[in-house]
Nanobody
Framework: VQLQACGGGFVQAGGSLRLSCAAS????????MGWFRQAPGKEREFVAT????????YYSDSVKGRFTISRDNAKNTVYLQMNSLKPEDTAVYYC???????????????WGQGTQVTVSS
């Protein structure tokens, strides 16, 4: 599966952004999908994942209650709605795919080009 993320930008603290990730292929619903991020000088970290059907989600503690992951299998697209953004959310955001369970965050891959999110204080 090939992935292309978009929707990043520059926003003030407390603002919102919505990221989208379009996937190629005809088996999108068979993949767990996820959002990960990498800040300068840090390793890529898990943000949120969603099961193939969209019925189950998993969030990191740092974004729980502020971010919402969703997917539209008819459009081969996964979304990340980010509210109440903080400066520490600044990072390049990547979407990833996995044939394993959505909770197996270490098994995601197929990273596409990320999208930059910058949150000013």
């Amino acid at each position: 599966v090939q992935l292309q993320a978009c929707g990043g930008g520059f926003v003030q603290a407390g603002g919102s952004l919505r990221l989208s990730c379009a996937a190629s292929g005809r088996t999108f619903s068979s993949y767990s999908m996820g959002w990960f991020r990498q800040a300068p000088g840090k390793e890529r970290e898990f943000v949120a994942t969603i099961s193939g059907s969209g019925g189950s989600t998993y969030y990191s503690d740092s974004v729980k209650g502020r971010f919402t992951i969703s997917r539209d299998n008819a459009k081969n697209t996964v979304y990340l709605q980010m509210n109440s953004l903080k400066p520490e959310d600044t990072a390049v955001y990547y979407c990833g795919a996995s044939r394993a369970g959505y909770y197996r965050t270490n098994l995601f891959g197929s990273w596409g080009q990320g999208t930059q999110v910058t949150v000013s204080s």
